[in-house]
């Protein structure tokens, strides 16, 4: 299992460029809910609402904080792995799903808020704690997706020789057995990330 994951970390550094797709799709969307460039801050604002109802559910259970932790940890486990076979549609809902998140977080930060608490220390107290563990592995989740959706396409192209057919296979069973490190790993990152959330987080900003 250690071979895995040594062999997982050479394939992420060779995979960089997908990383930096991540990133920029983020930034994109950061900056658009910031500026509320075409609309972001309304979408953003409704999916604050949405969290808000959701929220308001967790403190009427009889147990909060744990209903907080689970929902947010199986929230972004599942969903984060499911963003790396959604991108077989060509990478286009990673890259879709970083700028959501990205524009969330932009509208969330110059929010009234955050104007009042300071966009500065909202960051640093209310995301930064998790969010050191939880943005990298969405970015790098939504890296793979990307991958995947131009590994197929690939394998389309390749597919017209034998020899194409078997390079093009032998890429797909190497991505799909990096994908073993990549799940733990993800769920491993918000596992943490949601306890943090759950108890860290709430305390620095209450």
């Not at 990205?102 to 110059?110: D, E, K």
């Not at 491993?188 to 990330?193: L, N, V």
Request: proline content about 4%; charged content about 10%.
């Amino acid at each position: 299992m250690r071979g895995l994951f040594a062999a997982f970390w050479r394939d992420l550094i060779r995979s960089r460029h997908y990383v930096a797709a991540s990133l920029i799709a983020f930034a994109s969307g950061w900056a658009a809910g910031w500026t509320g460039y075409a609309g972001m801050d309304r979408f953003a604002a409704q999916s604050v609402e949405g969290m808000q109802h959701l929220a308001d559910w967790i403190a009427s259970t009889d147990d909060p904080q744990l209903w907080f932790f689970l929902i947010i940890f199986i929230n972004n486990a599942v969903k984060a792995v499911l963003f790396v076979f959604l991108g077989a549609f060509l990478g286009l809902f990673p890259i879709f799903v970083l700028v959501v998140n990205g524009g969330m977080l932009g509208y969330l930060l110059q929010s009234e808020p955050a104007r009042e608490i300071g966009a500065l220390e909202l960051f640093l107290k209310g995301i930064l704690p998790h969010g050191i563990l939880e943005l990298p592995a969405l970015f790098v989740a939504c890296a793979y997706g990307i991958r995947f959706g131009f590994l197929l396409v690939r394998s389309l192209l390749l597919a017209a020789t034998p020899e194409g057919r078997a390079r093009a296979g032998a890429e797909l069973v190497h991505f799909l057995t990096m994908l073993v490190p990549l799940i733990l790993l993800v769920t491993a990152a918000m596992f943490a990330a949601a306890v943090i959330e759950s108890t860290i987080t709430p305390a620095l900003i209450g």
